[in-house]
């Protein structure tokens, strides 16, 4: 099968502001396939926001080369697109607000494709029911909490009917409540219908529910496995500055002591049925 999202040796540079050129990916390699959920974690500086722009070509490659569904993101011709292929949802939901009430925001991506009025009522509708906001269609969107707000945001990307969703720390700005919100529906729109999500986070809880974790570090691949493969590694994660979930974390300092805990628990009911056992 055909991978969705292909990328082959990609390098891209920033300069700093003494004009000197810092790497920021460095020869990375990756292939996602269709109806895949990817989480992409990293600390600060070790190029997991720039791979993510370079997949809906915010970001063009150095050198190496991203496509997506096909579509090389070097070509101009191409941009559009790949962007109605491959829809982006950013850190901050305020920056992401175009208009006044919610149901015009989620309009606004379809009007600007040209879609005609019923279907963008169609559209608009679906997308809020997907991420439950249905209730707030007429709402302000400056009267709702960050996860409603992200919710309403990713609804305005879903409106677009994209086959990919690349959400770029997402839920970096949220309480716990606006995070579970958001997972809850990335969880949705994953299994339910079929989109194929990438998500940028640092909280090693959410990296628990995907399908493949990619770790990365210096601009370079450092890991890529199921959740269970790559928090199993705990001390290899440390080194490269990075946490664990809190239940692994858990389970590790339980061995250190003696305990017997079979498997790698992974969430609290893992970790029930192992202790229990």
């Known amino acids: 099968m055909e991978p969705i999202i292909r990328v082959r040796d990609l390098h891209y540079d920033y300069i700093?502001?003494?004009?000197?050129?810092?790497?920021?990916?460095?020869?990375?390699?990756?292939?996602?396939?269709?109806?895949?959920?990817?989480?992409?974690?990293?600390?600060?500086?070790?190029?997991?926001?720039?791979?993510?722009?370079?997949?809906?070509?915010?970001?063009?490659?150095?050198?190496?080369?991203?496509f997506i569904k096909g579509m090389d993101t070097r070509l101009d011709e191409n941009t559009w697109s790949i962007r109605q292929t491959a829809g982006m949802v950013f850190q901050n939901p305020d920056n992401q607000m175009v208009a006044t009430v919610v149901e015009e925001d989620v309009a606004f991506g379809p009007e600007n494709l040209g879609i005609p009025p019923a279907e963008i009522r169609s559209r608009v509708d679906e997308a809020l029911r997907s991420v439950n906001m249905m209730e707030f269609a007429r709402s302000a969107p400056h009267f709702l909490s960050g996860g409603q707000k992200q919710r309403v945001a990713i609804a305005g990307v879903i409106a677009m009917k994209p086959e990919i969703i690349i959400l770029d720390e997402p839920t970096a700005m949220l309480d716990p409540s606006g995070r579970r919100e958001v997972m809850e529906t990335i969880r949705h729109l994953n299994k339910d219908e079929g989109i194929t999500i990438v998500h940028i986070t640092h909280y090693m809880d959410e990296a628990v529910e995907a399908d493949r974790v990619v770790v990365m570090e210096n601009g370079r691949i450092a890991a890529d496995g199921t959740p269970r493969e790559i928090f199993n590694k705990v001390d290899t994660l440390r080194s490269i500055g990075l946490d664990v979930p809190q239940i692994v974390e858990l389970a590790h300092q339980l061995k250190k002591e003696g305990f017997d805990i079979k498997g790698e628990p992974l969430n609290i009911e893992e970790m029930v049925e192992a202790i229990c056992r």
């Open 16 to 66: 700093n502001g003494e004009g000197e050129e810092t790497a920021a990916l460095d020869g990375v390699s990756i292939d996602i396939y269709k109806g895949e959920f990817v989480v992409i974690i990293g600390h600060n500086g070790s190029g997991k926001s720039t791979l993510a722009k370079h997949l809906n070509a915010l970001l063009k490659p150095k050198s190496g080369e991203v």
